[in-house]
């Protein structure tokens, strides 16, 4: 597919807690729209899980994208409200829209998902998962986030951020009741 272009660029926030898929639907859909993306637990192993360092660079890379005015994914530290708040005030002072896309999936399959060993290193211990957890702070109906499932396929999850994109996801109005036909009067002999 070509770039995701609209008249307003947006930036795609994931949020969710570790595990739920987030980084699974930002490596597709930047593949998909060839997006750039701001992947902090990337970051986090570049940088040998010194997260100091890994915010700075999020932030410095977060900066010079936004100079592009192309829509861009930041799946970075997303836990609290005021955090996701600071990315949404820098990111609309520079002409942007922001999209929350919340992942979810239940935790006994994040924590499965989160803690599994990997070649790079970037799975969390058990008790680094529960900290996680702890710190989360859902968004809320205020924050308009798109809830999808991170159990679900990419297409479908694709589809619902998409609809909100296109800004076609209105709330749902009651259908007008059908009007019946006139009766006929038909003689059968």
């Known amino acids: 597919m070509k ?13 969710g807690i570790p595990g739920a898929g987030k980084s699974a639907f930002a490596e ?3 593949k998909t729209f060839q997006a750039p ?3 902090y637990s990337q970051l986090l192993a570049a940088t040998n899980n010194d997260s100091d360092t890994a915010d700075t660079i999020a932030a410095l890379m977060l900066d010079e994208l936004l100079k592009t005015k192309g829509t861009l994914i930041y799946d970075g530290p997303t836990y609290t409200k005021a955090g996701r708040f600071d990315i949404i005030r820098l990111v609309e002072s520079q002409g942007y829209k922001s999209l929350l896309v919340w992942v ?15 070649a790079d290193e970037s799975s969390l211990t058990p008790e680094e998962f529960d900290a996680a957890i ?5 968004p ?12 679900h396929t990419y297409a479908s999850q694709l589809k619902i951020v ?28």
Do not use: C, D, Y
């Open 28 to 30: 597709h859909f930047a």
């Open 37 to 39: 993306i701001v992947h």
């Open 134 to 138: 702890k710190r989360f702070s859902p």
């Open 3 to 15: 770039p995701l272009t609209s008249a307003t660029p947006h930036v795609i926030i994931m949020v």
């Open 162 to 189: 998409l609809k909100r994109l296109a800004g076609t996801q209105r709330p749902e109005t009651p259908e007008a009741p059908r009007v019946r036909p006139a009766a006929r009067n038909i003689i059968v002999r």
């Open 104 to 118: 979810q999936t239940e935790s006994i399959e994040a924590k499965r998902r989160a803690t599994r060993k990997r």
């Open 140 to 151: 809320t109906a205020a924050e308009n986030p798109v809830v999808i499932s991170g159990k």
